[in-house]
């Protein structure tokens, strides 16, 4: 059974601060990707991360995949309170696709003035 | 197209009673996903839908729970006999496929069960 696992869970952080956000998953797949959900609100896509080496670059976000360590990392650059949201990865099978994706229990990050 | 729309938004029911969600995907997208998410946690598949065919729903949380796509277009899901246990979000995403995989989600519906 593939599992995904977040580190931290919860992160307060001050604006200006740079900090990083894991991933890992248990089994191989070579797809990964990064939501962002507000408070009452669906998930928004952020990265999709299709390849070993695969870096995406949006703003002050960066998400990187390394497919042999079974890891990923979101990296929070010059953090501002507007990226305050919870923040899930999500993994599918290698060979893609047949169960959906499976989501980590997210990162709440909280980013403080 | 303005994305995956879901109805109801909220829905409140009494324990024992059935309720059906319904979900309108991209209209391009031929992937229909359904997930429940409760609070604190990350969505958890649930089934989905390639078209017509329901593909894989084996993770459906119990046979009250069941779903269909009749028309390759929208999709319902419905939970029979109610428990409080079943009280969460429950989110729609629709994707293209082949392509990223990459899921684009509804607002949901969020059910309570009283």
């Known amino acids: 059974e593939l599992k995904v696992e977040q580190n931290p869970l919860f992160l307060s952080m001050q604006e200006g601060k740079n900090y990083t956000i894991y991933c890992n998953y248990s089994t191989t797949?070579?797809?990964?990707?990064?939501?962002?959900?507000?408070?009452?609100?669906?998930?928004?896509?952020?990265?999709?991360?299709?390849?070993?080496?695969?870096?995406?670059q949006e703003g002050r976000l960066m998400a990187s995949l390394d497919t042999k360590a079974r890891l990923s990392t979101l990296h929070i650059t010059a953090a501002v309170h507007d990226l305050s949201?919870?923040?899930?990865?999500?993994?599918?099978?290698?060979?893609?696709?047949?169960?959906?994706l499976t989501f980590g229990k997210g990162t709440h990050l909280i980013i403080q003035p | 197209d303005t994305g995956v729309s879901q109805d109801p938004r909220h829905k409140i029911t009494k324990r024992g009673q059935n309720v059906t969600f319904r979900c309108d995907p991209i209209s391009e997208h031929n992937r229909l996903y359904w997930y429940r998410q409760t609070l604190g946690q990350g969505p958890e598949f649930l089934t989905y839908f390639q078209n017509?065919?329901?593909?894989?729903?084996?993770?459906?949380?119990?046979?009250?729970?069941?779903?269909?796509?009749?028309?390759?277009?929208?999709?319902?899901l419905e939970i029979q006999r109610?428990?409080?246990?079943?009280?969460?979000?429950?989110?729609?995403?629709?994707?293209?496929?082949?392509?990223?995989?990459?899921l684009f989600f509804g607002e949901g519906s969020r059910l309570t069960v009283l």
């Open chain 1, 29 to 56: 797949s070579d797809r990964l990707y990064w939501y962002r959900q507000d408070p009452g609100k669906s998930l928004e896509s952020l990265f999709v991360l299709l390849s070993n080496g695969a870096v995406k």
């Open chain 1, 85 to 100: 949201a919870t923040y899930f990865c999500a993994v599918v099978h290698s060979g893609g696709g047949a169960d959906g």
């Open chain 2, 52 to 76: 017509e065919a329901q593909l894989e729903k084996s993770r459906l949380l119990s046979d009250r729970f069941s779903a269909e796509r009749p028309k390759g277009s929208f999709s319902t």
């Open chain 2, 82 to 102: 109610t428990e409080q246990g079943d009280s969460a979000m429950y989110l729609c995403a629709s994707s293209l496929w082949p392509n990223t995989g990459e």
